[in-house]
């Protein structure tokens, strides 16, 4: 079921209204230039080209997979998160660190919440699989510690590391969910309350995990007990088609094998889909329509849009136990709010 998100209204929704508005009508969507040439009365038409994909042309395709053209205080979110996480670990104290692998980047930083046998968060980053490290994304550890449960942010390679290829990252995602559901008793968790969450391209990554065969790592089927998605990708054909591609070497055996949608016969875990009604009009795309895929399958999903939010306010209600993130993740784990 979809429901809607309606804790608030933000400024953004009135300057990204009708490009959304004709993004879900089918037309094309007007770039940031167009919209800056709109407003300011200059007349410059662009010409589309040729359809690309989902009636996109290239340069819309483009801008439909870069989250800059949708959210102009993308800067100002992202200082906040950051200061978010200093917060997180001057309340709570540096993290621990473990390993998952041998590579230095294979690691876990750990907040524990002082709770015995506590359930297990482990959140996977995003940064459009280039960018970003676990450090970076601390801000929603006093939320979960705070109601809880123990909260572990991944590191793992970008894809400038892996010479272009997304099936490295998404092995060490798998490889640091199964460490820690073996070494969960060891820090206070319960294994059998383990649950994933991720944040855009770390979303696919996480989609990734619940289509994986368990059982090939030594662990139960159901060794994750749910997923909490939020403005992610579960189909790569677009991303292959966009400026995406001039860094992912996209192949037909990664964009079939690693796109989620296509394998829902191996979804069983309960997954909850956000997305924001700001978030740019391909990431809205994919969340509805891997929502509707998993319902039609008759998987275990609830899709969730948010008004409101762009990509980046998207993240942020992570850090906020009543916002649309915070709220699903909670819920899931069956936490009550601190």
Request: glycine residues 10%; aromatic residues 8%.
């Amino acid at each position: 079921m979809t429901t809607p998100d309606t804790c608030r209204r933000s400024a953004l929704g009135t300057l990204l209204g009708a490009p959304l508005a004709l993004a879900a009508a089918g037309a094309s969507v007007p770039s940031t230039s167009a919209a800056a040439e709109a407003a300011t009365g200059a007349r410059a038409p662009r010409v589309r080209g040729p359809e690309v994909y989902m009636g996109l042309d290239q340069r819309e395709l483009d801008d439909a997979y870069d989250q800059r053209v949708w959210a102009p205080n993308r800067d100002t979110v992202t200082r906040r998160m950051d200061n978010t996480c200093d917060e997180a670990r001057r309340r709570l104290g540096e993290p621990l660190r473990r390993a998952y692998g041998d590579k230095p980047v294979e690691g876990l930083d750990l907040f524990r919440t002082d709770r015995p046998n506590a359930p297990i968060q482990l959140y996977i980053h995003g940064g459009a699989w280039r960018s970003n490290t676990a450090r970076d994304h601390a801000y929603p550890a006093e939320t979960v510690v705070r109601a809880g449960a123990h909260f572990i942010a991944i590191d793992f390679d970008n894809v400038n590391g892996t010479d272009g290829s997304l099936f490295p990252m998404v092995d060490q995602v798998r490889r640091a969910i199964a460490w820690t559901y073996r070494n969960a008793k060891g820090f206070g968790g319960d294994p059998e309350r383990l649950y994933v969450s991720g944040r855009s391209s770390g979303s696919h990554l996480g989609a990734c995990a619940a289509i994986t065969d368990w059982k090939a790592f030594g662990l139960p089927v159901d060794a994750v007990k749910g997923y909490v998605l939020q403005s992610g990708m579960y189909d790569l054909r677009g991303p292959r088609l966009s400026q995406r591609s001039s860094y992912v070497k996209f192949t037909d055996e990664m964009e079939h094998e690693l796109s989620p949608q296509r394998h829902l016969a191996r979804i069983g875990a309960p997954l909850v889909v956000l997305w924001g009604s700001d978030d740019s009009p391909e990431f809205q795309r994919q969340g509805r329509d891997f929502t509707a895929a998993l319902q039609k399958a008759g998987r275990p999903v609830q899709g969730i849009l948010c008004n409101g939010y762009n990509h980046y306010e998207m993240a942020e209600s992570f850090a906020n136990p009543y916002g649309p993130v915070g709220r699903a993740a909670l819920e899931q784990m069956k936490l009550a709010r601190a």
